[in-house]
């Protein structure tokens, strides 16, 4: 018998549906000619869908997603749409608080053919993970720091309980990479111990859980080095760990070196879900004109084969979802098929079609 999984699928506000209708096309053709079963399920939320309703999330649309197998969104919010305090629609953060997605997955590659504003070495590449925190440090006082006339306070809270997930999640990752033949199992924890107390905390957290894995190796670095790090010597790094704020910043740094949003996909994972979707946001500012660039997009729905794959061993799903990661890398590497963020002037529609081909041929 077929493996069934239910997607459900936020298709969201700007740019989403747009890079969203390729992604579930390409991801429902694969599983037709695989030995598996994808059931997409549309689910409403959003910025828009909060303008015409006055519901942003949907309880139907949250039971949707708690009861799926993995959730593919594209993304959230509009500019124009706030809720009545002033606050930004992100439902995308509601999930990820809701369903407990402690680890945000940025899959960072620069493989030849790619553009890139760093100067690579001949014959160098660069394949890196970087895991952000996602549910507490020094967002976990979002909207309500304290702000008097004098002084304003926001805190950091940092677990025991989330980051001994998080670093299990963390080396989990790393000992699935070596295994993969993709990095050499190291794990790196990114922080600023040397100032900060709640800093040194996670430390030792994180001391605690590498010592038991003694199949990989596990360092430590500081979050201005890192940075520094990113651009002279990306190739050295194979798996990072870090707080959200530290995280955020740095996962754009990635995006940056990969030559943009557009190509920069990403995770949300819990212990019992898992959500998928591009780094960018809803680019506004091209919706409705058929030029978004959806490979990031596309991208994601790669990462969800593979997470399935790992999590329900099924061989297939991993091998489909690394199929699908090298078309839209081998896309890229042509450089003949482009949309406009990466200097071409392909369609949205032109892209995903390039990634079909390739496809084809693989
Ligand atoms: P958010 O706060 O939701 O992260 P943002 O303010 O960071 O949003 P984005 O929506 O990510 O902004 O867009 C930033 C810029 O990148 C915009 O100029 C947008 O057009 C561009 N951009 C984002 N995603 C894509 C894409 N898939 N293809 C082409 N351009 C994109
Ligand atoms: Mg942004």
Redesign the pocket.
């Known amino acids: 018998m077929k493996h069934q999984f239910d997607i459900a699928v936020f298709e969201g506000d700007g740019i989403g549906p747009e890079i969203m209708e390729p992604t579930v096309k390409i991801l429902a053709e694969m599983a037709t000619a695989g030995e598996y079963a994808l059931n997409f399920n549309v689910v409403p939320a959003g910025a828009a869908h909060y303008a015409a309703t006055g519901e942003s999330l949907p309880e139907a649309s949250m039971d949707a997603a708690r009861n799926s197998d993995a959730i593919l969104l594209s993304a959230m919010g509009l500019p124009s749409v706030r809720y009545e305090d002033g606050t930004e629609i992100s439902p995308q953060i509601d999930l990820r608080k809701a369903l407990t997605l402690f680890a945000g997955v940025r899959p960072v590659r620069i493989f030849p053919g790619q553009k890139t504003p760093l100067n690579m070495p001949e014959g160098k590449e660069v394949d890196f993970v970087l895991i952000r925190e996602s549910t507490e440090g020094l967002f976990h006082t979002q909207g309500k720091g304290e702000v008097t006339q004098d002084e304003a306070r926001e805190t950091l809270l940092i677990t025991r309980d989330i980051s001994e997930k998080l670093f299990r999640f963390t080396f989990g990752l790393a000992k699935e990479r070596k295994q993969q033949g993709r990095g050499p199992g190291r794990v790196t924890c990114v922080d600023k111990a040397n100032v900060f107390r709640s800093f040194a905390f996670f430390r030792e957290i994180f001391d605690a859980e590498a010592k038991k894995h003694p199949d990989l190796t596990a360092d430590h670095a500081y979050v201005d080095a890192t940075a520094l790090w990113f651009v002279l010597k990306p190739w050295d790094f194979d798996v990072l760990v870090t707080e959200n704020m530290f995280g955020d910043i740095l996962s754009?740094l990635g995006a940056g070196l990969m030559g943009g949003?557009g190509v920069a996909p990403s995770a949300d994972i819990g212990l019992e879900h898992a959500v998928f979707q591009p780094?960018?946001?809803s680019a506004p500012d091209i919706a409705g004109q058929g030029i978004a660039n959806p490979l990031a997009m596309i991208l994601s729905g790669a990462m969800m084969l593979d997470w399935l794959g790992v999590r329900h061993d099924n061989p297939k799903l991993v091998k489909d979802g690394t199929r699908l990661r090298e078309a839209v890398e081998a896309v890229i590497g042509k450089g003949e098929v482009l949309t406009g963020d990466l200097g071409g002037t392909a369609g949205t529609q032109d892209a995903a079609n390039a990634v079909v081909d390739m496809l084809g041929q693989s």
């Open positions: 754009d949003l780094c960018h946001g």
